[in-house]
Nanobody
Framework: QVQLVEAGGGLVQPGGSLTRSCAAP????????MAWYRQAPGKQRELAAT???????NYEDSVQRRFTISRDNAKNTVYLQMSSLKFEDTAVYYC?????????????WGLGTQVTVSS
């Protein structure tokens, strides 16, 4: 069972910042693209940001220019720096690792942590 160990999260005021981290086993981190998903109350889980093994990033429109995804290959850790947080960013945030090849696909999830934006 692959474990993605998440940290960070909690309560933050609107306009504030928060950083989440997710550590993965080296054999996963070095081969898998990493991502952060989020699920707001009453809504489906949605992709927030992705980063490939080469460091290429992509963001959902609503978090573009406010969130930054990065990876530290020495620590096998991916980060999500969230700034200018809004009420609508309140959600459970999940770390994801995904590998897709011609012959094989695999995916792992973290347990998720609540991020609440509230005054």
């Amino acid at each position: 069972q692959v474990q993605l160990v998440e940290a960070g999260g909690g309560l933050v005021q609107p306009g504030g910042s928060l950083t989440r981290s997710c550590a993965a086993p080296e054999y996963v981190f070095s081969r898998y693209n990493m991502a952060w998903y989020r699920q707001a109350p009453g809504k489906q889980r949605e992709l927030a940001a992705t980063i490939t093994t080469d460091g290429n990033t992509n963001y959902e429109d609503s978090v573009q220019r406010r969130f930054t995804i990065s990876r530290d290959n020495a620590k096998n850790t991916v980060y999500l720096q969230m700034s200018s947080l809004k009420f609508e960013d309140t959600a459970v945030y999940y770390c994801n690792a995904r590998l897709v090849t011609v012959k094989y696909s695999d995916e792992h999830w973290g347990l998720g942590t609540q991020v609440t934006v509230s005054s």
